[in-house]
């Protein structure tokens, strides 16, 4: 079981990025062997360096025998923003808005990068710079048993 950051904003109003992600959440599901919800996060982190995965637990308060790792963005996306052949109407709105979702992010931040946080019940977090100098992004959980 991991521990869950803060992820309030310190600001009494949403950012812009996250008031253009909230309309595409709702109903948006990440597919694992169980489909997952996707959140809007924050982190507190500023450094201009990339995230390293001792930066994530420190951020989430993880004990170091907590496996984190890096995953490169192409592999959050696929799964998600590649239409099928066999896609009905639902399938194909689903991949529309994670396209659109995906654009948001790559429109307003930068250095985006993935960590997968666990075994099994895996957190995933994408998280890139906004114009603010901190870091916001994406939160779901895959499971793979």
């Known amino acids: 079981m991991t521990s869950q950051p803060d992820n309030s904003n310190t600001s009494e109003q949403p950012s812009e990025l996250e008031l253009l ?13 169980s489909d997952e919800a996707i959140e809007f996060v924050t982190c507190y982190l500023k450094t201009d360096e990339p995230l390293t ?3 994530i637990k420190d951020w989430l308060m993880l004990p170091p025998a907590v496996y984190v790792e890096e995953i490169p963005e192409a592999d959050f996306w696929a799964p998600v ?15 529309a808005q994670f396209v659109n979702l995906k654009t948001l992010l790559e429109t307003h931040t930068t250095g985006r990068q ?3 946080v666990g075994d099994t019940e ?14 916001a992004g994406l939160k779901t959980k895959v499971i793979e048993t």
Not at 21 to 33: G, H, K, T, V
């Open 53 to 55: 995965v001792s930066h």
């Open 81 to 95: 923003t590649e239409e099928q052949e066999w896609f009905g109407d639902e399938e194909k709105q689903r991949t």
């Open 21 to 33: 992600i909230q309309p595409l959440l709702p109903d948006l599901w990440y597919p694992s062997e």
């Open 122 to 135: 895996i957190d995933v977090y994408l998280l890139g710079r906004t114009a603010e100098g901190s870091r």
């Open 114 to 116: 993935v960590f997968r």
